[in-house]
């Protein structure tokens, strides 16, 4: 069911991390999206994104409780039946559709974070 974790790390300013990851061999991976850098070194994946760029797709307090700390980014099948087996302790905080063709639930369980998410459509080349 789980395709791919990625860790996602929110931040005022992603500028200063980009910077660490790019010196470290990272290479980006062209996301169209200025406020969202996804990163690649081998087989490992990050993604690094500004608050503003999550705040378009999340509330403002939910963009709070996610800034200036990492979320795992579980890439799923199926949305609705990855939050249909989540444990009864794990609340759906929100759920948003991207422009980026994504649909995504926030959950958290015992005070801990993961974003679920299903592609819905591929995304277009200008």
Do not use: N
């Not at 395709?3 to 991390?17: E, K, Y």
């Not at 979320?71 to 302790?89: C, F």
């Amino acid at each position: 069911m789980i395709l791919r974790v990625t860790p996602l790390t929110v931040l005022s300013d992603i500028g200063p991390a980009l910077s660490r990851y790019l010196a470290l061999g990272f290479e980006t991976m062209e996301t169209g999206d200025a406020g969202c850098v996804g990163l690649r070194a081998g087989d490992t994946y990050l993604i690094l994104a500004t608050a503003a760029h999550m705040a378009r797709q999340f509330q403002p307090d939910t963009v709070e409780r996610l800034t200036e700390r990492t979320t795992p980014y579980l890439y799923v099948r199926s949305l609705d039946e990855a939050l249909s087996r989540l444990p009864a302790s794990a609340t759906v905080v929100e759920r948003a559709v991207t422009d980026h063709g994504t649909a995504e639930a926030l959950v958290e369980d015992a005070g801990e974070f993961m974003i679920l998410v299903q592609k819905i459509a591929s995304r277009q080349s200008p």
